[in-house]
Structure formats: C-alpha cells, structure tokens
C-alpha cells in the first residue's frame, strides 16, 4: 500500500515519530524528575512490579539491552526503589524486587504520566485519539515489532542530562 500522495508530500514518517518521541519523552522527564525517576526507570519499575522477574526477564519486556537495564537498575538501586535479590530457582539469576518506597514512586509516577498523556492526546479531536493509539499499537506489536538486519545498526538515542 503505497502512502498518498498528500501524505508524502506533507509528512516524513520517521521524522515525526522521532520528533513525538523525543518531546513526549523530555516533557516525561520533566515531569517525574521531582520523584527522583526517568521515564525508563519508570517504566522498568513498573513491568517488575507484576510478579518476579529476573533482571534479563524485565530486560525483555522494556526491550532494553543488558548494559541499559543494568545502568538502569544500579540507578533504580541507589535511589532505594528496588532490591536484587538471589532467585530461588537459579542462583545465578537476580531478581528485581521493587521496594515499598518504589511501589509508591510508581503510583505516583503513574499520576504524572497519566496526566502528560492526557494533556498530549487533548491535542487531537475526542474522536481521533483512540484511532491513534490503536494504530500506533497495532505498529509497534506489528511491522514495526522487530527492526531489520542492519550492518550498522541504528542506535537508539537516550536523553541527554541538562
């Protein structure tokens, strides 16, 4: 299905997504920074939480490599939101354990994210949003669910502190 005409010449598809991408994830980051929290520590904190999992197991749900998740967790660690605790069916293994002080981080990180979403979304018709979500989940879960083979590998951008 080739994209129409008025569509091409209007919009470049990556770059929009990148430019959404990175403003949703700054006004993200503005937005929990007074609970001490990023966007992905946020969103690792809040997939361990459902039951546990070990470090490379939340790795795979945030789509996150080994090196990020670990920088992640250290930092997640340090500020007394999760505990690494050995598994009890693999001693190699550590699992993620989020703390009470986590679990209410989350809670009220969850209030913010919420919050920015809704404000982000306002700016479309009531009609349209679900429509746009729907699409974007349907992208993301489909052609866009693993990226290509590249011989160099595109990497993803992470914020840069200010």
């Known amino acids: 299905m080739a994209i129409s005409t008025r569509a091409a010449s209007v919009a470049d598809l990556a770059f929009l997504l990148s430019q959404a991408s990175h403003a949703l994830t700054t006004e993200l980051t503005a937005g929990l920074a007074a609970l001490g929290i990023s966007p992905r520590g946020h969103f690792v904190l809040s997939r361990a939480m459902s039951c546990d999992l070990t470090q490379s197991q939340v790795a795979e749900l945030c789509a996150l490599d080994k090196t990020t998740m670990v920088v992640t967790i250290d930092e997640l660690e340090k500020a007394g939101f999760v ?47 679900d429509a746009f979500i729907d699409g974007l989940v349907r992208l993301v879960q489909g052609r866009l669910s693993t990226p290509v083979h590249c011989e160099r590998p595109v990497r993803r951008r ?3 502190a200010h």
């Open 83 to 129: 505990q690494r605790r050995p598994s009890s069916t693999d001693r190699r293994a550590r699992i993620v354990w989020v703390t009470e002080e986590g679990k209410r981080t989350v809670a009220q990180a969850h209030e913010i994210v919420a919050r920015i979403y809704d404000d982000v979304l306002a700016a479309l018709p009531a009609r349209e949003r």
């Open 158 to 160: 992470t914020p840069r």
